[in-house]
C-alpha cells in the first residue's frame, strides 16, 4: 500500500516559481509510474507531468520548458519544480502513483492512477 502526501503548494505573483513535494510512505522508485495532476474548480483533473518508473518524462504542451518532475529515490519522494509561473496555473496539484508499468505515452491520463494525494494549493497573481 501506498500513500502519498503533497507539499510546498502556496501564493505567487506571476512569473514566480514553487517546488511542490510528494512524500510516499511506501517505496516508489521501481515499478511505478508517478504523475502530477491539477485541477481548478470546475473543471476536469488535467495531467501536468509525469515520470515513468526508468526515468522517462512526459509533460502536458502548456507547461513544457517551465516545470520539471524528478524524483529521489533515496528520499522517496517526487517533486514539481514550476517556473515562471502564470495566473492560469492557479489549481489544486496532486500526486499520483500507480503500480504499473505503463507506457509514458499514456502518463498524463488521471484515470489510470491507483493512489493520490490530498492535494495542495497553488494560487498565482498577476
Known amino acids: 500500500q501506498v500513500q502519498l502526501a503533497e507539499s510546498g503548494g502556496g501564493s505567487v505573483q506571476s512569473g514566480g516559481s514553487l517546488r511542490l513535494s510528494c512524500a510516499a510512505s511506501?517505496?516508489?522508485?521501481?515499478?511505478?509510474?508517478l504523475g502530477w495532476f491539477r485541477q481548478a474548480p470546475g473543471k476536469e483533473r488535467t495531467g501536468v507531468a509525469a515520470i515513468a518508473s526508468d526515468g522517462t518524462s512526459t509533460y502536458a504542451d502548456f507547461v513544457k520548458g517551465r516545470f520539471t518532475i524528478s524524483q529521489d529515490n533515496a528520499k522517496n519522494t517526487l517533486y514539481l519544480q514550476m517556473n515562471n509561473l502564470q495566473v492560469e496555473d492557479t489549481a489544486m496539484y496532486y500526486c499520483?502513483?500507480?503500480?504499473?508499468?505503463?507506457?509514458?505515452?499514456?502518463?498524463?491520463?488521471?484515470?489510470?492512477?491507483?493512489?493520490w494525494g490530498q492535494g495542495t494549493q497553488v494560487t498565482v497573481s498577476s
Open positions: 511506501g517505496y516508489i522508485g521501481s515499478r511505478y509510474s
Open positions: 499520483a502513483a500507480v503500480p504499473v508499468l505503463w507506457s509514458w505515452q499514456f502518463l498524463l491520463r488521471a484515470n489510470i492512477y491507483r493512489y
